[in-house]
């Protein structure tokens, strides 16, 4: 995933990739999803995948803690996610 100050570019390789390595989102009990990842693949770089695929489908509007947790469920890495395209939106005058 390619990142600089401006733009946060989600390629069609880093959501093939996730893909690939999720096995299951989840839900939590208010509707903010978490992702099971696959036994021996690297959380942090998934939980940095998975919060670009968040930014890049822009369904969610609000702030929130997520995580991914490996299958067996011994680990897991906690990311935020920032729900700035709401607040592009109004401050393009496309929400009122």
């Given at each position: 995933?390619?990142?600089?100050?401006?733009?946060?570019?989600?390629?069609?390789?880093?959501?093939?990739?996730?893909?690939?390595?999720?096995?299951?989102?989840?839900?939590?009990?208010?509707g903010?999803?978490?992702?099971?990842?696959?036994?021996?693949?690297?959380?942090?770089?998934?939980?940095?995948?998975?919060?670009?695929?968040?930014?890049?489908?822009?369904?969610?509007?609000?702030?929130?803690?997520?995580?991914?947790?490996?299958?067996?469920?011994?680990?897991?890495?906690?990311f935020?996610?920032?729900?700035?395209?709401?607040?592009?939106?109004?401050?393009?005058?496309?929400?009122?």
């Open positions: 995933m390619e990142n600089n100050n401006e733009q946060k570019t989600f390629s069609l390789a880093d959501q093939k990739r996730f893909e690939e390595g999720l096995l299951e989102t989840r839900w939590t009990q208010t903010e999803p978490y992702y099971v990842i696959r036994d021996g693949l690297d959380l942090n770089e998934y939980a940095l995948l998975a919060k670009g695929q968040l930014e890049h489908e822009r369904e969610i509007a609000h702030d929130f803690t997520s995580r991914v947790i490996n299958e067996s469920a011994d680990s897991e890495v906690p935020e996610y920032k729900s700035g395209w709401f607040l592009e939106g109004l401050a393009e005058g496309e929400i009122e």
